[in-house]
């Protein structure tokens, strides 16, 4: 049974920092494009960063950009993002997501196959 599972979330104050991991068992994705999305409430779910499945590549919504990383380690089968200087606006349920074999960025959801439970990202102002 394929899982992805999201940690690292938590309540920071404005400015601060967190990072999220995301480790996939039951299955590699090794060759996967990756990403992380989230969902405000009474907002829709929205992209925030993507990583192609060789990690060559990464695509950022403009919301994040220059704030949040993302990166992946094969070897262990997990992705990360990194978020720096966090905003009140950036609280949330994170979900990371596994798209197709050898693709690469992907922002559309509907592309996304396989999905985390999500984490909770409160962030103070």
């Known amino acids: 049974q394929v899982q992805l599972v999201e940690s690292g979330g938590g309540l920071v104050q404005a400015g601060g920092s967190l990072r999220l991991a995301c480790a996939a068992s039951?299955?590699?994705?090794?060759?996967?494009?990756m990403g992380w999305f989230r969902q405000a409430p009474g907002k829709e779910r929205e992209f925030v960063a993507a990583i192609s499945w060789s990690g060559a590549s990464t695509y950022y919504a403009d919301s994040v950009k220059g704030r949040f990383t993302i990166s992946r380690d094969n070897a262990k089968n997990t992705v990360y993002l990194q978020m720096n200087a966090l905003k009140p606006e950036d609280t949330a349920v994170y979900y990371c997501a596994a798209s197709g074999p050898f693709r690469g960025t992907v922002v559309d959801d509907r592309e996304y196959n396989y999905w985390g439970q999500g984490t909770q990202v409160t962030v103070s102002s």
């Open positions: 039951g299955r590699r994705f090794s060759n996967h494009a």
